[in-house]
């Protein structure tokens, strides 16, 4: 079902944890559909100098918030903006049809951080137009994708 | 070789090597269609009878009231169907519960769309029907009560006699799905007053693909597969003579000893309950105490998600599920567990763990050791936990 | 031990050995839920997902346009009511044949009494439906063509590919009970052109009780059996594991030297054929002699029943049967050998011997050795015998 | 399917054959059912002395033929008159359901023959009472009998 990635970052995810005085917090997802992401980071020079995170959530959720820490550690702000649910998927080695859902929400969990951060710092990103942190990213669609044609 | 502990005796069974041994000579030796007049064929006829009345035995049933099927879903989909449109110029009501196996209550929606009219009777926290709303929902156009036996997911038992008077002094046709009764508690239908009875060989340490249902002499019914005279007409398609055999073999075997088996899976069950709930903080059972399947745990473990928990557990071995086997293809949260009024979350973090005849006691007392462990990782991993440590 | 011959391929087959093999282990091993997240069930996806890869290939199929299913009569109600109950807003009217296996003809006749209209093409003496009749039989309200590939009686196979193309220009789903035609001869859903195909793995050495349905994609069609979300929510039911896995066992076997396969049936379906009508007057044989299943014999024995003669028959060990084994429960004769046009008595006196992969050469010489004086001792005794004796 | 009886009736059949100068023959059944039973009689004093059949049909129905003509060999006409399909099917011990319809075309077989033996000798037995030679006796029920409820 899950590639060896998956279970590796399941297994032994990489920044678990809470960061006290984080510079940004934020959280997405919905226990409705049983995955919630907290994502916590520093921010040091509009660099990413550390993120931790918190998952309620499937195997998956865990894994793709565990990769996407992962990716956007020590990157600038602007380059986490950029993080794609789909790199963060293919890092992974792949998701079934069925999760990609957790790779979006991993996607969102950095943006709502870095919103949180941009409205405490008065900052603009054009990479947030348009988000919001507080709506269901979490299209309802487990299990559809490929159970119909 | 790793130690590995199956508790997933709900979502399926292995089988029993005598079972194996039954059906082995069917498959390629005495393989004929039993339909035939032939030597190949004719005695098949004969094994398929005694694996009848082997189960009819084990129910108190006719022999002529025994139909074999492709499994407990079509089964339930016989039932209901059948006697909708056998009945459809009477009524078009049918009374069923919110907690019904997928099988029952997405053919009642089929039906919905098809101009019938369904009630879902609500449950208690326990997952009981309430008897007086049962009577409430009755009306002159009710043709049909669909209620199952055993809930798969949280073990518990209806008061099925009860319900077969009610249906009996209103006239109306009551099928029980039993499947998951079948093999764990002794069962009569005369003294359960049910006309329609679902079962499958599967969940008995028989073979997967064949299930049955009983019809009472008499009882109104349409058949769902139309083509060749078998079942007495009612069931068409080359009968699957090896499963069958295997059926009748697993129906003997579980009801040979039916009292010693169902005691045993008692205290392994209680066991495991009284271990996990002393253990681990924040869990609760959920179904009924003691009106429930023998071999059936069910617990919320909060702030955690189920399928985390199985993938963990899977690590050390542990084979269990969480919420139905059937329905794991969806992750929505098992409607069951919403109908005994279950948050989303306390739903989502619930794990069945359903005993059989395999399982030791060194099983439950692997799990009490190793489960508290996993559950306290995947907390420290979870952002709703915080909160209830920052108020401890 | 008494020499068995065993001449009902058509009615059911032996499994073979490398079947069963392939089978053992999804019996009490990894006999898990397929459903299931653990090891017991994970690692059944993977088995289903090879045997429905394996059998997609033999049909030139995509590997989701395969669905399990109960067994060849469980594949036609699908494929009928499915398409019925999705396009019922569309028309109402149906085109099949007079001879179909009854799993699809009482399901049409099924759908009569609910309001559809079914038209029933007839078939010349071979068994072979008139092109120009179906064209002609095609309406603006018609949904469906059903059309099997190889009668189960005769033998004859339709001129499937060139159906598809009617049905195809007139934008009707077309479905063809391939059930016998499996295994016997090439097959490619593209090249024929059909939208729904049924098989059944019993009739190609592998497990009973387990059928499919190729549904092309985008084809409309509703499920028959509701429930959980197996077979991609379109077929509800625990997999039968060990029945799939053995199904995509015999198609690999069946496939792998097909023409070898069915040259040699033919060989020796000739060469019975030959000796039976040269042997014994008043014979002849039912079908098309050249578009017939590689092992298929059906012949018509003047002046006395078919029973008589099975019963015979199997006291020397030959078994075989007359008409289908499915419509045996039934006497009235056959309405394949009606509808070809025999007389009532012609048809009672026919006979079926159908040939597989383990019949030899020896047990052809061995019937055409001992058919004789049976028929012979048979028409000694019957009255209709008297006036042709009487005119020599 | 068959008791021992039955089958040794169907593969050693008694009194197969024709009477030349029969003093009755009867003929029941029609090929629409895939049973006809000829009987020819030879009748002394009132006594069955002979009796032959011919038999086109099922193993059952050759096996009643045989059972019923050694029933009435021997016996008065009147008594063979009241040979009765479960007395056959009984000494047969017993016929599948299905099967029962043989029975009953043996009886009247026996009867048919007597029948034309009473008209070609303008006699007159109250048992024949209301009987037609050229009815269908055969009600098609075959394969019914036991298949609903
Ligand atoms: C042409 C045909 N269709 C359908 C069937 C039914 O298949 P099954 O016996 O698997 O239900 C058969 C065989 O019985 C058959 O020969
Ligand atoms: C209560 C209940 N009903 C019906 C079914 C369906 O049975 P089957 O898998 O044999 O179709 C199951 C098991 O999956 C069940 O637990």
Sequence with gaps: ?149 | MKKRVYLDYSATTPMKKEVLDEMLPFFNVQFGNPSSIHCFGRENKAAIDKSRTTIAKTLNAGVDEIFFTGGGSESDNWAIKGVASALKNKGKHIITTEIEHHAVLHTCQFLEKEGYDVTYLKVDKYGLIDIEELKAAIRPDTILITIMYANNEIGTLQPIKEIGKIAKENKIIFHTDAVQAYGNIEMDVNELGVDLMSLSAHKVYGPKGIGLLYIRKGTKIQPIIHGGAQERRRRAGTENVPAIVGFGKAAELAYENIEEHSSRLIYLRDKLINGLTEKIPFVHLNGHPTKRLPGNVNISIEFIEGESLLLMLDMVGVACSSGSACTSGSLDPSHVLMAIGLTHETAHGSLRLTIGDYTTEEDIDYVIENLPPIVERLRQMSPLYEKVKGGN
Excluded: W
Excluded at chain 1, 26 to 37: A, F, L, R, T
Excluded at chain 1, 38 to 49: A, F, G, R, S
Excluded at chain 1, 99 to 127: G, R, W
């Design chain 1, 1 to 149: 079902m899950y590639s060896e990635k998956v279970m590796d970052h399941f297994t032994n995810p990489r920044n678990v944890g809470e960061i006290e005085n984080a510079d940004a917090v934020g959280q997405v997802g919905n226990v409705k559909c049983g995955d919630i992401m907290k994502m916590y980071l520093k921010i040091e020079n509009d660099t990413i100098v550390d993120v931790k995170f918190k998952t309620f959530g499937c195997g998956s959720a865990i894994a793709t918030s565990s990769m996407a820490t992962e990716m956007i550690k020590g990157k600038t702000v602007k380059e986490a903006l950029n993080l794609s649910n789909r790199a963060v998927a293919e890092a992974l080695d792949g998701l079934p049809p069925v999760k990609m859902h957790c790779s979006v929400l991993a996607e969102q969990a950095v943006k709502s951080a870095i919103y949180n951060y941009a409205q405490k710092n008065d900052l603009y990103f054009e990479e947030l137009e348009g988000f919001n942190p507080d709506e269901d990213h979490d299209h309802h669609d487990h299990g559809h994708e490929d159970e119909e044609h």
